[in-house]
């Protein structure tokens, strides 16, 4: 028998649709329960647009897609980051070899800031600015004594070129306070610590950095070295943590001979790219040794692997960092950029010195700590790399690629015991203390010193100084204890006159000094002279 057609079942199944979504819509306000997203492969969009209007705290947009930003790429690999406006200029200024201020260096003491030396040249050493002078106030607000941070003085005093900054300086001698009005210029940044002789024939280069003006200092640090008779040359990278490829290429430039292939990059989305040595080079056949060390990444890798996969040089140190990736900067109009990792560099004879980041951030950036625990930064030894990372250069020597430049000779990190009392002292940053305020009471007498062999020649730390040191030291916690001291006396009386060198003569007078205890540079020395 046929049934009847029901005419108010179509309104009921209506009724009822309706009431599921409203009872929906209620639980949903109700639990917070979350609704599919509707997405057509702009889910990201979609996830911040949901955060933005339902997160428990008041959230910016700007916020959310830079948390999202930085979460994504802390997810592929430990080099490629976002960067805020905010930090764009402090990341990048290094890079370019300059930034736009006052030109001067300082540092914070006592909750002042300090002058340790104005930019020579610089508009602040123009107008009588000294090395030991307080500033106390920027336009007219007080910046002592309030624990302001280094980065939130250096953002009041860097600026654009042409623009006028007010400065308040309290200076020793000085009855009342000076007043200064400083136009910003734009301030060099040097990436080459000192460049100098330290034997007859044999030139040394410090370099911290590659920045877009490393090769011109670089050049002309080499035309003045050969013109001063060099014929060997030691090349110090330790300690430096890279920077623009294009800088180590042109640096490498110098030691290679023409046609000579320096690096090649590759990538998914980006073909081999090769880079060749031009054959101008300055020094492409005297003796050339490269320092390097835990420290030294990217660029200076870049540089030790063409030495020696070459044959050009020999490699002394330890295992250098192990970045092998090449980074792209895009920048956005609101000042900020995003650096992402393209492609890997490698070596001449085909070597990827990338370490692993495959266990994360946090191993990748502790392996320090791990070969210190390992032993490695004190025997080689303990290092062992995989037949499928070995290479071979034209002469047969064998390299490593996988995790660093492997040196080919050795330097192991110094440890002794007999200097336990000189680590106590450095570590707690008196000697750096006591030199700086020795320098601030007695710089009068002390400006007396014009060049580094003046001043090498004419002064040295007294026993009377030392022994107030030893007071002063022993009044902060640290006495001087042991039993060989001998070692660490001598290694605390050259750092204070290291010191007290760098507060009157910046680099020039440091690391002279510097070198005379350091096992790498006298080892490295010691090797050339043979």
Wanted: overall charge negative; glycine content about 10%.
């Amino acid at each position: 028998m046929e049934k009847k057609f029901n005419p108010y079942l179509p309104i009921w199944f209506a009724l009822i649709l309706v009431g599921g979504i409203l009872l929906g819509l209620f639980l949903e306000n109700r639990t917070g329960a979350l609704r599919l997203f509707q997405s057509k492969g702009d889910k990201l969009k979609e996830v911040i647009n949901y955060v933005e209007r339902n997160y428990v705290d008041t959230l910016s947009q700007k916020v959310i897609e830079e948390k999202a930003i930085t979460g994504m790429l802390e997810k592929l690999d430990p080099h490629s980051t976002y960067i805020s406006a905010e930090e764009f200029h402090e990341a990048n200024d290094p890079l370019l070899g300059s930034f736009e201020g006052i030109g001067v260096q300082f540092r914070m003491e006592n909750d002042t800031v300090t002058v340790i030396n104005p930019v020579s040249g610089g508009p602040s050493e123009k107008l009588g600015i000294r090395a030991g002078d307080r500033i106390v106030k920027v336009d007219g607000k007080n910046i002592a004594g309030i624990k302001i941070s280094t980065n939130d003085v250096m953002r009041k005093l860097k600026g654009p070129k042409g623009t006028e900054v007010a400065v308040t300086i309290f200076r020793r001698s000085v009855t009342g306070l000076l007043d200064f009005t400083i136009t910003r210029d734009v301030i060099p940044t040097y990436s080459m610590d000192i460049a100098y002789m330290p034997e007859p024939e044999i030139g040394y280069i410090r370099l911290s950095s590659f920045s877009t003006s490393t090769h011109n200092e670089v050049h002309q640090a080499l035309e003045t070295l050969l013109k001063d008779g060099m014929t060997k040359l030691i090349l110090d990278l330790r300690g430096n943590g890279g920077g623009v490829m294009k800088t180590a290429i042109e640096v490498a430039d110098e030691f290679i001979g023409d046609g000579e292939l320096i690096v090649y990059t590759e990538g998914m989305h980006h073909e081999r790219e090769v880079a060749n040595a031009s054959g101008d080079g300055l020094f492409e056949k005297g003796d050339l040794l490269i320092l390097i060390d835990e420290g030294s990444a990217s660029a200076s890798e870049i540089v030790a692997g063409a030495i020696q996969d070459h044959d050009r040089g020999t490699i002394m140190g330890r295992r250098s960092f192990g970045k092998g990736l090449v980074q792209e900067q895009l920048d956005f109009k609101d000042g900020s950029a995003l650096r992402l990792t393209v492609a890997r560099y490698y070596t001449p004879t085909g070597r990827c010195i990338q370490k692993s980041y495959k266990d994360g951030l946090d191993v990748y950036n502790g392996d320090y700590y791990h070969r210190y625990m390992t032993g490695e930064l004190e025997h080689p030894d303990s290092i062992k790399f995989p037949d499928s990372l070995k290479y071979k250069t034209p002469k047969g020597k064998i390299v490593y690629g996988g995790g660093g430049i492997m040196p080919d000779i050795y330097v192991p990190l110094e440890k002794d015991s007999s200097l336990q009392y000189y680590n106590q002292c450095i570590n707690k940053g008196l000697v750096y203390q006591f030199a700086f305020d020795y320098t601030d009471r007695n710089r009068n007498q002390l400006m007396r010193f014009k060049d580094v062999d003046k001043f090498d020649a004419g002064f040295n730390i007294s026993e009377t100084l030392y022994n107030e040191f030893i007071r002063e030291a022993g009044n902060k916690g640290v006495k001087r204890q042991g039993r060989d001291l001998s070692k660490s006396d001598r290694y605390i009386k050259t750092m204070l006159k290291a010191y007290i060198g760098r507060n009157l003569l910046d680099n020039d007078g440091f690391y002279p000094i510097l070198n005379t205890i350091d096992p790498g540079f006298l080892k490295a020395v010691e090797m050339m002279k043979r």
